[in-house]
């Protein structure tokens, strides 16, 4: 792509009057095939996966999936028991569906958390994404995940056949 086209690809989504530079839009909602590229603990205390699309019309684009465990929020007031339970529940999906192990120590420790999803990285998924709109601050909108594991790798060097030199016809 010429940056000619690449300067009408960006332009044709950014308002120079008032849109921010360094915005990022994020993925729209939808099912992606997706990459774990990199698990780390967020500034916020967050576990904090980075995954990139790797098929259909957004290959390349990146996903911050970031999971809270806090019981409280930055402000010390209790977090409903949905929202906890939600979350609870989002890292177990992920962990199943990544093949992570979680140990009951690591639902102490987020640097445990961390430790044990990096097992994943490069492993596939399916993600199911949905946006919802923020009230109050309507740039960062509510994002619903849904995952589910990828049944057959086609780069995994267990399930190609085996060729014996009776197989092939010359």
Known sequence: M?????????????DATKDEINGYPGLPSGDYHMAVENVQESD????????QVIEGDNT?????????????????????????DRNIKTVARLAAVLGVAISDDAWDSMQIMVHEFSKAIGKQFKMTLKLSE????????????????????????KDTPEVSDDDVPF
């Open 44 to 51: 916020y205390g967050q576990l904090s996966m980075k995954a």
């Open 60 to 84: 390349g684009r990146i996903e911050f999936i970031n999971i809270g465990l806090d019981e409280v929020t930055s402000k010390g007031q209790p977090l409903p028991d949905f929202v906890i």
């Open 2 to 14: 010429s940056l000619r086209d690449r300067a009408k690809n960006v332009m044709s989504n950014f």
């Open 134 to 157: 923020n009230k109050k601050k309507p740039q960062y909108p509510y994002k619903e995940y849904e995952f589910e594991e990828i049944k057959e790798d086609p780069f995994d060097a």
